[in-house]
């Protein structure tokens, strides 16, 4: 027997640490690059080391939560997790820095995945809006490591920061080696010779792309907004970062929101609603011509990017609720491809045409989700008659 109560605070608590964990290499980025004296390649490798360990991490998560539960899967992943902030701090070598942040890639993907899967294995109803409030911790990670840094970086090394951290992360393990999850699809007789057949799902297919979609969406904002507003609007790199900071805020509020108030509001409605929300944030950016209509439309595209994850996570749960790990490693899969190979396009853009084309590629990206969205909500359709 598990205490739902004690696992949501558990997934939380590891959803909170993969916030910290994908903001906390770019925080530190201009120390490591002085201490192991990199030039521009050089820490762009170790920008590019990340993202590939999360897809590995996510990829694999599935199938082990399904055969063997997700105790024991998380514990290790934090132990890992645990390893790889320690070898950042202290690694001299260069070879165990890439170690480390492999590390904290792959394990920081399993964390990501299992806390999702196990969120909505938990939740009999409202998948989305459990997954939702689930989200608002990765907001709370993102949004305190660059403050914690800042406040503690006069008092203390970088490296003293990075492995106080990654004590927090074993009391963590320690917590999760005490609490009981849900079993294993084992246990529930689930055959995983069966898990192939997820791949014949159009369903899960659209889906996947739809996600695709909405992980290049963020990372575009995440990782181009910033030289967006700098160098289109001319605005100073300091409020650039506040601008995107406001970004992150809207999105977790938008996320507390969803699985608070605005929880009984069914997917479609809700995606409707973050559609609008993504219309007018694109709008704003791209004709606002200011830094504070910028600013604006960035809070108001947090808000309308809050929702795809949860919601369609919540379909994917609702749905396959035998092969609930195995189908959520399955979308993040096109997620995180989507990720990188769109992050990559735009860089081949912004180098061609300019960075301000940005505005023009996050259009083009809500037309093809609302399109995908079309598609997901007709084939739902077909599997409720």
Known sequence: MYNKNLVFIAACIGMLLFGVELITLGSVAPE?????????????????????????????????????GYKWLLVI??????????????????????????????????????????????????????????????????????????????????????????????????????????????NQGFPLSASGNLFREWLLILIGLFLFCQSSYEALINNWTTSYLSTHLKVEKQNALYALSLYVAGLTLMRFLIGSILRSIISKTM???????????NLLLKFGGNYYSAVVGLVILGMGLAGGFPILLGIVGEKYVERSGTAFSFVLLFALTGNILVNYLMGRIANS?????????????????????????RQLKKKNT
């Not at 995606?271 to 944030?281: A, D, E, Q, T």
Request: glycine letters at 12%; one cysteine or more; charged letters at 10%.
């Open 77 to 186: 992943s934090c132990l890992g997790f645990f390893l790889g902030f320690e070898g950042i701090a202290f690694s001299n070598s260069l070879n165990l820095l890439k170690l480390s942040i492999f590390s904290i890639g792959i394990f920081g993907g399993i964390i990501n995945g299992a806390t999702n899967a196990v969120v909505s294995d938990i939740s009999s109803e409202a998948k989305g809006a459990n997954l939702s409030l689930l989200g608002v911790f990765f907001g709370i990670g993102a949004l305190a490591m660059p403050f914690v840094l800042g406040l503690l970086k006069p008092i203390y090394s970088f490296e003293k920061i990075i492995s106080y951290t990654g004590g927090l992360i074993a009391l963590a393990c320690l917590f999760y080696a005490f609490i009981q999850f849900p079993p294993s699809k084992r």
């Open 32 to 68: 490591l690059k002085t201490k192991f004296e990199l030039n521009e390649e050089g820490s762009g490798i170790l920008f590019s080391i990340l993202p590939i360990g999360i897809l590995i991490g996510s990829v694999i998560f599935g199938p082990i939560a399904d055969r063997f």
């Open 353 to 377: 045409w300019g960075v301000h084309q940005l505005s023009n590629i996050i259009f083009v990206e809500l037309g093809v989700m609302l399109c995908l969205s079309v598609l997901i909500f």
């Open 271 to 281: 995606l409707i609603i973050s559609f609008g929300l993504l219309f007018l944030g």
